[in-house]
Structures are given as C-alpha cells and as structure tokens.
C-alpha cells in the first residue's frame, strides 16, 4: 500500500498545480452547456474534486509545516522522513482516488462544451458584445 500511495500521489502532481483552474473552467462551462446536454452527475462530481482538492492542499501543509520544522532540529535519521511522506500520501490516498474515479468528469464537460455552439468557448467576450448591444440601443 505504500507504494501504492506513493504512486499515485506522483501521478496528481502532473495536474497538482492547476487543479484549481480545471475545477473553474468545467464550472464555467457546465454553466453554459444546455441542460439537455449536461449529466446530472457532474455537479456532484466537481463538488467532490473540489472536496478532495482542499483536502490534499491541507495534507501537502501540514506536510511542509513539519518538514520546515524538522530543519530547525538535529537532523532525523532518513527513516523518519520516509515515514512522514508515508503518512502523508497515505491520509491523501482516498482524496487521490476521488481525483482518479471522478476527473473524467472534467474531460467530459469539456468535450461536450467543444461540441457545442461557439457561445461557450467565447464566454469572456460575452459582457462586450452585451456592451455593444447597450451601445447600439442607445442609438436608435
């Protein structure tokens, strides 16, 4: 199991760093998705990441707190390190696991978005277009 744990602790930190903007971008995009198009499961699924996110970013804290406290002490014999990376990964193994069961969801809201009407891949162009709108109103 400790290999295990440590496996698959190394396999989140490919995407460790930019969890945060997945979890935002599929949030926006399921937003905008029709409702006929989105899985009820998704919501629930993005609520779980996000859980599970918060969760290994509390782990990976404390995890930092105390190794930047043992610098402050006589060193630790190499066994005591291993142990507390142990610790760690395992108390994350089950958040890691609901990132390996229920990411999939991110690619599939993306996918979807991608198959549907250009409005959602050009959301951040939406409030000038609304502007230019107002503008042109105001004209006539």
Same mark, same amino acid.
């Given at each position: 199991? #400790?290999?295990? /744990?440590?496996?698959?602790?190394r396999a989140f930190l490919s995407i460790r760093h930019s969890a945060h903007e997945l979890l935002a971008t599929a949030a926006v995009q399921l937003q905008h998705i029709n409702a006929g198009d989105v899985e009820p499961r998704w919501a629930w699924q993005l609520?779980?990441?996000? *859980?599970? !996110?918060?969760?290994?970013?509390?782990?990976?804290?404390? @995890? %930092?707190? %105390?190794?930047?406290?043992?610098?402050?002490? =006589?060193? %630790? =014999?190499?066994?005591?390190? #291993?142990?507390? %990376?142990?610790?760690?990964?395992?108390?994350?193994?089950?958040? !890691? /696991?609901?990132?390996?069961?229920? +990411? *999939?969801?991110?690619?599939?809201? @993306? &996918?979807?978005?991608?198959?549907?009407?250009? *409005?959602?891949?050009?959301?951040?162009?939406? =409030?000038?277009?609304? &502007?230019?709108?107002?503008?042109? +109103?105001?004209? +006539?």
């Amino acid at each position: 199991m #400790v290999q295990r /744990d440590s496996e698959t602790w190394r396999a989140f930190l490919s995407i460790r760093h930019s969890a945060h903007e997945l979890l935002a971008t599929a949030a926006v995009q399921l937003q905008h998705i029709n409702a006929g198009d989105v899985e009820p499961r998704w919501a629930w699924q993005l609520g779980e990441l996000t *859980r599970a !996110l918060e969760q290994l970013e509390t782990l990976q804290s404390r @995890h %930092v707190e %105390v190794r930047e406290a043992r610098r402050s002490l =006589p060193p %630790v =014999p190499q066994e005591q390190f #291993v142990d507390s %990376v142990a610790k760690r990964n395992e108390e994350a193994w089950s958040y !890691l /696991d609901t990132w390996a069961t229920q +990411g *999939r969801a991110l690619l599939d809201i @993306h &996918a979807v978005a991608l198959k549907a009407p250009p *409005r959602i891949l050009s959301i951040a162009s939406a =409030p000038a277009a609304a &502007a230019a709108r107002r503008q042109a +109103g105001r004209r +006539g």
